[in-house]
């Protein structure tokens, strides 16, 4: 039984995650394109390579969206202007 074939699709899915208190690590307001609205949570990336072949994909990792000000930081570290 083959796990995956060579022809892989890289795939990317932004979730929401709704949180009703502000004691989580990048509780933030998010722009939610289904709402149309900005909505108090967290956005996470996921990645999974996708088997087009054999219809299947299997999950590789999921990133926590960096906040603005996490962003900034970020860029001042490495000498670069957000």
């Known amino acids: 039984m083959k796990v995956i074939t060579k022809e892989v699709i890289i795939g990317f899915d932004p979730s929401y995650l709704s949180k009703s208190v502000s ?4 509780v933030v307001y998010y722009w ?3 709402a149309g609205k900005s909505k108090w949570g967290l956005e996470v990336a996921g990645f999974a390579a996708i088997d087009p072949i054999l219809t299947t994909a299997c999950h590789l990792d999921a990133y926590q969206t960096p906040t603005k000000e996490d962003l900034e930081s970020l860029g001042d570290a490495f000498g670069l202007l957000c």
């Not at 004691?23 to 990048?26: E, G, P, S, V, Y």
Request: aromatic letters at 0%; hydrophobic letters at 15%.
């Open 23 to 26: 004691k989580t690590h990048r």
């Open 32 to 34: 939610s394109g289904v």
